[in-house]
């Protein structure tokens, strides 16, 4: 039986950068145990190839959704593998906003506010655009770049954006503002994809007191008198053993996460008995909280424009990757929407927007279409689309284990609109798509809306239609979340498991709320954050 000083569960954007900072010490011994695989596909490394890989089990982790009624069904999808969801993601990189972690300072987790975590980010971050926030890192592992998308409908789009109330900024993570700018992506300057692995994993790969087990899937945490001693896995079939000799570090994901909580017999008591699951601690918080941002989108015709689709297609595809392998540029060395903006909804604080926007000349095939006609969501023909998340839902689902074996996954609720405010929100955002698409400056490049169309005009019209799209946006929290009364929370301030000893958790599932943004960059600060709290509580 091998043994470390600390085991981290899961190589993810969270468990990457805890493997670099724990492993600086050439006396510490870590183990980073990964159930998939290297994640060294060449669509992987090209930031537009991921949608080729999409769904494959090799990179995907499938979770089904429990069916609400009225809703559109559907699964979550996590990165498997290392870097994790960090590999197979749009590269959308956003930090959050002050507010969002200074509530969390202000819910009695000291140690967690703006100022902490600016630093974390300053830290990690090697962005060197031009137009730079004062506070933003240079010079650290994370490579991160600007879109760089040209077009009219693009200066269309921003006017558009604009006519709503939506200035424009330089960098579109300043701090306290609203408004629009490019894209920002968790791509490199060469054009390759900059996944918590490549960046934090795989410059220090050689350091000797760094182990990584991938293939290697965790039971469940072993304990002795109420500690962590290591964990127990499963690796070609065969059982094996890893002990730590100071602390575990689960860093499965906010689905995974307390899935393995409750393997270990930390959970609701009733119904992991139920399963047949010895009790070690009681713990009713785990897998409940869960928050995630609410996704939908809108797409438009395309007139007087030929926008990006065709690219993907026929000849001009591969000229696209020509262009790529030879240059590391082009369409292929991008994905998602060239232009993010952030703005507040109606009663909501302008330096804390509650509605992240984008759009593109690029459009998919409708749920309808797809339902009719399944097969490849992309269209040849030109269209304009229109994405947005409501970032602070007030509904909360859950993470329940429903078998004692470890390779079925959990139920998984993810709760869309179960609260009416977050169906009032959804409405708002979609009338702010259509005023910017029927604006001023996008009159000559807006054909029909595709779906739902501009029959559906009152509120519970839109309602209806919305249902058939929204969705959960992958930005899951919350499922072990930090607090200081172990009734309601499952972490403490400084990532410890309330109840047991030597065992944390550093993932997205820690965050009691929902983060301003897409969550790989905050998990990645959260990370730093905890090496550092793990190191100090090491002396």
């Known amino acids: ?30 183990l980073l145990i990964e159930d998939g695989g290297d994640n060294q596909h060449p669509f992987i490394r090209m930031a537009g190839g991921f949608v080729k890989i999409m769904g494959n089990p090799e990179y995907f982790r499938v979770f ?20 994790g969801s960090s590999a197979i993601n749009g590269t959308w990189y956003l930090t959050g906003m002050p507010q969002d972690f200074d509530s969390w300072a202000d819910l009695g987790l000291p140690g967690w506010g703006w100022d902490e975590i600016a630093r974390c980010y300053q830290k990690f971050e090697d962005y ?29 789009l921003v006017a558009g954006f604009g006519t709503q109330g939506m200035p424009w900024l330089d960098d579109i993570t300043t701090p306290n503002a609203h408004g629009v700018g490019r894209s920002q992506y968790t791509v490199d300057r060469k054009g390759e994809r900059e996944s918590a692995y490549k960046a934090f994993v795989k410059p220090i790969r050689g350091r000797p007191n760094l182990t990584i087990a991938m293939h290697t899937a965790v039971k469940r945490v072993l304990f002795a008198d109420g500690r962590a001693t290591g964990v127990l896995c499963e690796a070609n079939g065969e059982e094996l053993t890893y002990s730590a000799a100071r602390e575990v570090i689960l860093s499965a994901g906010v689905y ?63 000229r696209n990757a020509l262009q790529y392998f030879l240059t590391g540029t082009g369409h292929l060395a991008r994905v998602g929407m060239p232009l993010t903006g952030l703005i507040a909804s109606e009663g909501v604080d302008p330096a804390w927007p509650d509605f992240q926007v984008a759009a593109a000349p690029f459009a998919m095939r409708t749920v309808n279409e797809m339902a009719a006609r399944p097969g490849s969501p992309l269209t040849p023909n030109p269209g304009l689309t229109f994405s947005g998340y409501h970032l602070r839902p007030r509904s909360r689902g859950s993470v329940t284990l429903t078998s004692p074996d470890f390779r ?35 009159e000559m490049f807006i054909g029909k809306e595709r779906m739902p169309g501009d029959a559906v005009q009152d509120d519970q019209a839109i309602a209806a239609e919305l249902a058939k799209m929204v969705e959960g946006g992958l930005h899951g929290v ?14 403490d301030a400084r990532c410890r498991v309330h109840g047991v000893g030597a065992l944390r958790v550093v993932d997205c599932s820690i965050m009691p709320t929902p983060i301003s943004g897409n969550t790989n960059g905050p998990a990645m600060a959260v990370a730093e954050r905890a090496a550092e709290l793990i190191l100090e509580d090491r002396l």
């Open 1 to 30: 039986m091998a043994t470390f000083d600390y085991v981290i569960v899961g190589a993810g954007s969270a468990g990457c950068v805890l493997a670099n900072r724990l492993s600086a010490d050439p006396a510490t011994r870590v």
């Open 64 to 83: 089904p959704l429990k069916p609400r009624e009225g809703m559109r069904p559907g699964i979550h999808t996590y990165g498997r593998g290392l870097g």
């Open 128 to 156: 060197r655009e031009p137009g730079a926030h004062p506070g933003r890192g240079k010079g650290g592992e994370l490579q991160v770049t600007n879109s760089t998308y040209q077009s009219p409908v693009l200066d269309a």
């Open 256 to 318: 995974g996460t307390p899935q393995l909580l409750q393997l270990s017999g930390i959970g609701p008591g009733a119904a992991l008995q139920e399963l047949g699951i010895p009790v070690l601690h009681e713990a009713g918080a785990v897998g409940q909280n869960l928050a995630d941002h609410q996704k939908f989108g809108v797409s438009f015709d395309l007139t007087n424009h030929p926008g990006t689709n065709r690219e993907f297609f026929g000849w001009r595809l591969y």
């Open 408 to 442: 079925t996954p959990p139920t998984i609720d993810a709760a869309i609109w179960a609260d009416p405010y977050d169906q009032a929100k959804a409405i708002e955002l979609f009338k702010l798509f259509r005023r910017i698409a029927r604006s001023d400056p996008l």
């Open 478 to 491: 919350g499922t072990c979340a930090m607090g200081s009364d172990p009734a309601t929370s499952v972490t």
